[in-house]
Nanobody
Framework: VQLQASGGGSVQAGGSLRLSCAAS????????MGWYRQAPGKQRELVAV???????NYGDFVKGRFTISRDDVKRTVYLQMNSLKPEDTAVYSC??????????????WGQGTQVTVSS
């Protein structure tokens, strides 16, 4: 069972980044896919989530700047982040709710990817 996240990096304020998170084939059925973030000294918070039927939900701070999408053929969830602000600096982690053969439904976390936005 593996989630491989990529796409983090350093950008200036106003810039864009696209995060990706690919799920391994051992995840038999993938339900919700989402992104969370945690800044130093702060609690982890929801950035965005997308359900298996394409419904989306975003954290209040997103305000139209980010878009979450998924490609079920590639088993991948994306987070397009535009108009980035210094306060978006955090470690971003993907989470996938899935059924793994032999294990039943559960939530799985990918490794975090650092996003740093400079002013």
């Amino acid at each position: 069972v593996q989630l491989q996240a990529s796409g983090g990096g350093s950008v200036q304020a106003g810039g864009s980044l696209r995060l990706s998170c690919a799920a391994s084939r051992s995840m038999f059925r993938i339900n919700d896919m989402g992104w969370y973030r945690q800044a130093p000294g702060k609690q982890r918070e929801l950035v965005a989530v997308i359900t298996s039927d394409g419904s989306t939900n975003y954290g209040d701070f997103v305000k139209g700047r980010f878009t979450i999408s998924r490609d079920d053929v590639k088993r991948t969830v994306y987070l397009q982040m535009n108009s980035l602000k210094p306060e978006d600096t955090a470690v971003y982690s993907c989470k996938v709710d899935a059924i793994v053969i032999g294990r039943g439904p559960a939530g799985y976390w990918g490794q975090g990817t650092q996003v740093t936005v400079s002013s």
